[in-house]
């Protein structure tokens, strides 16, 4: 897929928002979850809501990636990395493509916190997701003009509670976001375990964010639920969320001696 072939993702309404369903296949999702499940369990970090994985290296406080290498999980077979990098996505990034991967697991009624992501990374992110579907919410600041306390979790800078932008992701689906969307706004997911959609008749009601990409959607069961008052619980989910770092720190520091 070209940076051109893009476009037919796009989710209506945005411009800089992609959804591609069956990114990977059932038999890749397959192997995946269980090259996901099989890794040392000290590759689990453990937070209070949810578990995840590093992969491509630790980043500094500064922002630096001291760089490892991927698992071929992600860049040999399915290759996953190679398939983003031929979406153009990541054309004008440092790296061209990702380079860093964080993987969380949320079991149902597990979510994230509205957020914003680290100025370390480069204004795009790609988030494959796997076992289940998922509700992708983004926010916008009340007051734009507030000086934040803390730009990444948006402390102290209160938060419009109605989503702008709401997507829904299924197992399968990689979601590509960039610039605007992505800084400056928050994104999160809600920790419920079932996801109750309203009656077709609601979505004109002020305070329901519609679904954005309903009609990229490839599995029309899901179409219906979200369209039809479908009520839909959620599985463990696993999300692989890929980006550029752009600094990278050489890796031959200790190389002389
Ligand atoms: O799981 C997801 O889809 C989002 C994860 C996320 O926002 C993050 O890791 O910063
Ligand atoms: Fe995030």
Not at 44 to 60: E, S
Not at 71 to 100: E, K
Not at 132 to 143: C, G, L, N, P, Q
Not at 193 to 207: I, K, L, N, S, Y
Request: proline share 8%; glycine share 8%; with cysteine.
């Amino acid at each position: 897929m070209s940076a051109e072939g893009l476009g037919g993702y796009l989710v209506p309404g945005t411009d800089e928002a992609y959804y591609i369903p069956n990114f990977v296949t059932e038999k890749e999702e397959e192997y995946l979850i269980r090259k996901i499940c099989e890794s040392p369990r000290q590759k689990w970090k453990a937070l209070p809501n949810r578990r995840l994985q590093i992969w491509g290296g630790d980043l500094t406080p500064k922002g630096l990636l001291i760089p490892q290498a991927l698992p071929p999980f992600l860049d040999t077979y399915p290759d996953v990395i190679a398939r983003i990098r031929a979406t153009g996505a990541f054309q004008s990034s440092a790296h061209g493509g990702p380079n860093h991967v964080i993987l969380n697991e949320y079991c149902p009624g597990q979510g994230i916190m509205p957020h914003e992501d680290g100025p370390a990374y480069h204004p795009v992110v790609a988030t494959l997701s796997l076992a289940s579907h998922t509700v992708f919410h983004y926010y916008r600041y009340k007051d734009d003009t507030s000086t934040p306390k803390d730009h990444e979790t948006g402390s102290g800078r209160s938060i419009d509670k109605k989503p702008f932008l709401t997507l829904f992701l299924e197992p399968r689906s990689l979601v590509i976001t960039r610039s605007s969307l992505y800084q400056g706004h928050l994104h999160g997911i809600d920790d419920v375990e079932d996801d109750v959609f309203p009656p077709a008749h609601a979505v004109h009601d002020a305070h329901i964010t519609p679904i954005a990409n309903v009609d990229l959607l490839a599995d029309s069961r899901y179409r219906e639920a979200v369209l039809h008052n479908g009520n839909l619980t959620r599985k463990v989910r696993y999300s692989l969320t890929c980006r550029d770092i752009e600094r990278v720190a050489s890796r031959l520091p200790f190389a002389k001696r």
